[in-house]
């Protein structure tokens, strides 16, 4: 899909900002040599390198890219498919916030980034688990049906894992996965209402393809009145996120 990186920092700045909780977990050493892995605008990655380590960028992107490169030349961020890259001299972590559920060719992805790490090195990421997004989906959907748009509402943009599905792609990978978590996150939508338009026109435009304008406004109001019995509370507007969270180390 294509990405609009200035809407991405301006509306949706919850991704990088909720990921922070993330990199905790990657308990970084100064000096360690630290891959992020779908990087979007670079935020996370700059703090990783403020955390004293040599860290390097990879997105798919190539708007996220020159963002992230604009903001902190100092980085060496890289356009590169998550399912499908290499690095001669490997990482000692590889680290992922809100990327992984992009990513169809999962086992693709996983060996990747097991290929690129150390003996002992580690793989930390947060991606959308099983359940995520589960009401904007269903009314998406519902209402792209009813407009007789059926080719769009079969659509399937993103790859939500349980955590015995993920668990068991990294552990036939050859990792050894020592936390993982499943976990409800409501998330704040910014501007109330038109949360939900910006957030369908940031991260669900290929379900809109072909549809002309005017159709698409009147699509996407016709969404958030439906969603506003399970979004708006005391009017803030909450998405339905679930989270599916790890750390694992691979082994050989």
């Not at 290929?115 to 904007?136: C, P, Q, Y």
């Not at 509402?153 to 068991?168: L, N, R």
């Not at 020592?178 to 409800?184: E, L, M, V």
Request: charged content about 25%; some cysteine.
């Amino acid at each position: 899909m294509k990405w609009n990186a200035e809407l991405y920092d301006d509306k949706h700045a919850f991704v990088f900002q909720y990921g922070e909780s993330v990199l905790e977990l990657l308990e970084i050493k100064p000096g360690e040599r630290i891959l992020d892995l779908g990087c979007g605008t670079g935020h996370l990655t700059n703090e990783i390198k403020n955390n004293g380590a040599e860290v390097i960028g990879i997105d798919a992107s190539a708007d996220m890219i020159a963002k992230a490169a604009k903001t902190y030349p100092g980085i060496d961020f890289r356009v590169a498919d998550a399912a499908d890259f290499h690095f001669d001299e490997p990482f000692d972590a590889v680290f992922s916030n809100a990327v992984l559920h992009w990513v169809h060719k999962a086992d693709d992805a996983i060996k990747c980034v097991y290929d690129s790490l150390k003996t002992s090195g580690r793989f930390v990421a947060e991606m959308g688990g099983k359940g995520n997004n589960a009401h904007i989906l269903a009314t998406t959907r519902q209402v792209l049906e009813k407009r007789r748009y059926p080719h769009l509402a079969i659509k399937k943009p993103w790859y939500f894992p349980s955590m015995g599905d993920y668990i068991t792609r990294l552990e036939n990978a050859g990792f050894r996965v020592t936390s993982a978590i499943h976990f409800d996150r409501p998330t704040l939508l910014q501007d109330g209402r038109d949360g939900v338009a910006k957030w369908l026109n940031m991260f669900g435009d290929t379900f809109f393809e072909g549809v002309d304008e005017t159709e698409q406004e009147q699509i996407v109001a016709e969404i958030t009145d439906l969603l506003e019995p399970y979004y708006n509370i005391n009017g803030n507007w909450y998405i339905d996120y679930v989270r599916l969270r790890f750390v694992a180390l691979r082994e050989n």
